[in-house]
């Protein structure tokens, strides 16, 4: 499936205002806010932040990516085009964990 396939399977964001991912100490390291261009991102970490309860990790982050579809492909050979996916990214091959912050 591509990207805009999966996010159609995927809850509602009508409610939501933006999404945090903060480090362990509480830290924004990184935000999706709910404008044009930056949805279909939100709409994909907000089904994150559902499916491993708020969050993100190595599996999360692989999935997400799994979500992504086509525009992985992009991101790794176009680095900062696609901050979203850069984030999965880094998660996965560092082994990092992040909170999920539905706004």
């Known amino acids: 499936m591509n990207f805009k396939d999966n996010l159609a399977s995927m809850p509602s964001i009508?409610?939501?205002?933006?999404?945090?991912?903060?480090d362990e100490n509480g830290n924004v390291i990184h935000h999706i806010p709910a404008v044009e261009g930056k949805?279909?991102?939100?709409?994909?970490y907000h089904a994150l932040a559902q499916q491993f309860n708020g969050t993100l990790h190595t599996q999360a982050a692989e999935q997400g990516l799994t979500w992504f579809a086509e525009h992985v492909e992009d991101a790794l050979h176009n680095p900062n085009k696609h901050p979203n996916v850069d984030l999965l990214l880094r998660v996965k091959n560092d082994n990092l964990v992040y909170q999920l912050n539905v706004l």
């Open 14 to 22: 009508d409610h939501v205002k933006g999404l945090d991912v903060c």
């Open 39 to 44: 949805l279909g991102s939100l709409k994909l």
